[in-house]
T-cell receptor
Framework: DAKTTQPNSMESNEEEPVHLPCNHS???????IHWYRQLPSQGPEYVIH???SNVNNRMASLAIAEDRKSSTLILHRATLRDAAVYYC?????????????FGQGTRLTINP | KAGVTQTPRYLIKTRGQQVTLSCSPI?????VSWYQQTPGQGLQFLFE???????NKGNFPGRFSGRQFSNSRSEMNVSTLELGDSALYLC?????????????FGPGTRLTVL
């Protein structure tokens, strides 16, 4: 499984944008970049995923570098509810790739 | 649509006992995966069931087993419990298509082994 590298922790202020980086230098051409987050005392929840192009949804944006060796999850206006551990995960497509391989993730703290 | 449900939410057992945890996936989802979360090892994949068959398996001893029923509900069993099995056990369900799809997690079962 291809590995990802994320900072252990980050801190931001409420209502400010947050940029969460992820390095994945060994990414293969068929690996999708997924982001999940885990709020305190809850199971992980899906945030966003992409392959090559930048992606937007109601929760966040995903910016993918041109060489795909890194990506950034962008929370446009952080709220206290966004305080969580964020996981960047690479997933291939196909029947054998169902499992999620979680790293240590980035613990995001939001200050009021 | 109801989310993934797991029962029980909390469980206390003693070493040597066995335990069975239950997971009900989102309606229509046919794949159920199990994960173990501990402070030391983080989130680790245990196994995945699809159409009542185990499709993927993580690197855990044979004491950890599971099954899936025809209605897609799944159970996982841990026999001969050890102190190190204390963890949050998470279940996730998905539609399971060839293209990578979203997994929806339940709230987990917190197992404490004394």
């Amino acid at each position: 499984d291809a590995k990802t590298t994320q900072p252990n922790s980050m801190e931001s202020n409420e209502e400010e944008p947050v940029h969460l980086p992820c390095n994945h230098s060994t990414i293969s051409g068929t690996d999708y970049i997924h982001w999940y987050r885990q709020l305190p005392s809850q199971g992980p929840e899906y945030v966003i995923h992409g392959l090559t192009s930048n992606v937007n949804n109601r929760m966040a944006s995903l910016a993918i570098a041109e060489d795909r060796k890194s990506s950034t999850l962008i929370l446009h206006r952080a709220t206290l509810r966004d305080a969580a551990v964020y996981y960047c995960i690479l997933r291939d497509k196909g029947w054998g790739a169902q499992k999620l391989v979680f790293g240590q993730g980035t613990r995001l703290t939001i200050n009021p | 649509k109801a989310g993934v449900t797991q029962t029980p939410r909390y469980l206390i057992k003693t070493r040597g006992q066995q335990v069975t945890l239950s997971c009900s996936p989102i309606s229509g989802h046919r794949s159920v995966s199990w994960y173990q979360q501990t402070p030391g090892q983080g989130l680790q994949f245990l196994f995945e069931y699809f159409s009542e068959t185990q499709r993927n398996k993580g690197n855990f001893p044979g004491r950890f087993s599971g099954r899936q029923f025809s209605n897609s509900r799944s159970e996982m069993n841990v026999s001969t419990l050890e102190l190190g099995d204390s963890a949050l056990y998470l279940c996730a369900s998905s539609f399971r298509t060839e293209i990578t799809d979203t997994q929806y997690f339940g709230p987990g079962t917190r197992l404490t082994v004394l």
